[in-house]
């Protein structure tokens, strides 16, 4: 027994609970890695919680780093988070004690470098392109002389001057300037907005609608266009029904909106040279098609005049064509009278004929039959009525039973309807109570763990902390001097002390002036004001 007590460690070191320690390494973390910049590929990424927050990972080839987005920056992130992005996270590292975790809370999102950008957007092309954004047959041609033109680009720029002198040289139409911002974070939001606001626009409303619409702004570095290759942009090309040129950047500038429009043009400038034609050209052409088409008529004319004068040697003489029909007039007149005699007596005999079988009997006995028929169908129709009269009360009758039917499901209907909306109240009111009394548990134990992790748990087990004159606490013996004005903190007060006997480390002293003895004992100070919290209301 001896040997054995002998043998256990003694220990003076005094016990942490979880939470104490927990708190002390969530301080520590915080404290030393309050600003952390860390570059890694994003894994994990599912979108924002249904909360808001957003939760993934950053990794590289030999670890993984925990990484949350609050509700509150995610919409002030001008990098939105993606799957496989390798990014630049600011922000700081924090534990989490319901895990025994350390993560990192990010603040702003930055591309790294250019290969994460062409990464990215490689990634996004491919994935668009699957869904058939970019197929060649979505293309139409855009019409040849278009009567209006939409622009999509700064009002500010030389983007919109080159534009309108481009289109007043070659053919000057109706232009319509929709500002954008072609960079910075809004800009990709601007220009998909400007393009379905084009394609909004009614036909024949009082804002012509634009037959073609141009996106153009200038030359600039990978990130100053990384507004035109937003997902959002290309799926409102895509989408738009009016056809859509893009001209952004220069030759060698490629985006992703370029893949979607139905043209691309190297430069804004050529842009303009595809949307319309050279009016000098047209008005050439058309004079040259217009002298085309006299001298053409002329020769028809000298054609037909010649052709006719062929035919007419070929006809026969006036006397030669009506000789036969003279000579066939002259053998009809001559037959003429005998047919009409002929035919005259033929009718006569069809008219002795009929008016032997009208005699006054034959007429008598038709009449006859005639009023016996109409009898019969007198006789009958009281008959038809009635049966008419009971199939249609029989048919009302069927229909007024049904109708009953269907009033009374209704009202079924209804009754069930009630029913079930009084259960449903019933438990909503019942889960209230029960979220309300879960939250109030919550509270409590957040309470009790606020009370027990405060230095205030401390003081009332018997400490008390030592502050020098500035306030600041006093950690060791060895850095006080005699003389110097001390504050001691317990439980239910401070109280203002003067050490007499310095520390065994201190170094002298400095010779003092003496000072006069404290008639009366200095007054507990008042309790520093407590700083607010999250519970206070």
């Known amino acids: 027994m001896p040997d054995t007590l002998a043998e256990s460690p003694v220990s003076n070191a005094p016990d942490w609970t979880v939470s104490e320690l927990s708190g002390a390494l969530k301080r520590t973390v915080e404290d030393s890695f309050g600003h952390v910049r860390v570059r890694g590929e994003i894994s994990g990424y599912r979108g924002p919680h249904s909360s808001g927050h957003a939760y993934f990972s950053l990794k590289d080839q030999n670890a993984r780093l925990d990484a949350v987005v609050w509700k509150g920056n995610f919409g ?20 989490f004690p319901g895990k025994s975790s350390y993560q990192i809370v990010i603040e702003q999102l930055e591309f790294a470098g250019a290969g994460a950008i062409m990464a990215m957007l490689e990634e996004r092309k491919n994935r668009l392109a699957a869904e058939g954004l970019f197929a060649p047959e979505r293309k139409r041609r855009p019409p040849f002389l278009p009567r209006v033109i939409g622009v999509v680009t700064s009002p500010t720029g030389a983007v919109i001057r080159d534009i309108l002198h481009r289109l007043n040289d070659r053919f000057p139409r109706h232009v319509l300037v929709w500002p954008v911002r072609v960079q910075g974070d809004t800009s990709g939001a601007e220009v998909s907005a400007a393009i379905r606001g084009f394609n909004a626009l009614p036909p024949g409303g009082p804002i012509p609608r634009p037959d073609v619409i141009i996106v153009a702004r200038g030359g600039g570095s990978l990130e100053d266009l990384l507004g035109f290759s937003e997902e959002s942009v290309v799926r409102a090309a ?40 050279v009016r000098a050209d047209l008005v050439a052409e058309v004079a040259q098609l217009h002298a085309r088409l006299r001298a053409s008529f002329a020769r028809g004319l000298d054609r037909r005049r010649s052709d006719l004068r062929g035919l007419a040697r070929l006809l026969p003489s006036a006397d030669a064509v009506l ?16 047919a009409l005699k002929a035919n005259a007596g033929a009718h006569r005999l069809r008219l002795t004929r009929a008016e032997s079988r009208l005699t006054p009997s034959i007429l008598t006995t038709a009449l006859a039959r005639r009023r016996e028929r109409v009898a019969v169908v007198a006789a009958r129709l009281p008959r038809g009525l009635s049966a008419t009269t009971a199939g249609h009360r029989l048919h009302l009758t069927r229909a007024e039973s049904r109708l009953r039917l269907i009033a009374q499901s209704q009202r079924d209907r209804r009754e069930r309807g009630r029913e079930r909306l009084e259960n449903l109240r019933t438990r909503l009111q019942r889960c209230q109570r029960q979220q309300a009394l879960e939250r109030a548990g919550r509270l409590d134990g957040v309470a009790k763990l606020l009370a027990a992790l405060s230095y205030k748990g401390v003081l009332a087990r018997g400490y008390a902390l030592v502050r020098d004159g500035s306030g600041a606490p006093v950690h060791a013996a060895a850095g006080i001097h005699a003389g110097d004005a001390l504050e001691i903190e317990f439980r239910d007060g401070r109280v203002a002390v003067q050490a007499t006997v310095a520390g065994p480390d201190a170094p002298p002293s400095p010779v003092r002036p003496a000072r006069k003895p404290a008639k009366t004992r200095a007054a507990p100070l008042p309790d520093p004001p407590r700083q607010p919290t999250l519970f206070d209301s």
């Open 76 to 95: 002030r992130l001008r990098l939105k988070p993606e799957e496989g992005l390798e990014v630049v996270a600011i922000g700081r590292i924090t534990t």
């Open 238 to 277: 895509a989408d738009s029904a009016i056809p859509l040129i893009s001209a952004v950047g220069h030759e060698t500038d490629v985006t992703l909106i370029d893949f979607a429009a139905d043209l691309r043009a190297p430069t804004p400038t050529a842009a303009a040279e595809m949307a319309v034609p």
């Open 323 to 338: 000789a036969v029909p003279r000579q066939r007039l002259d053998i009809a007149g001559q037959r003429l009278p005998r």
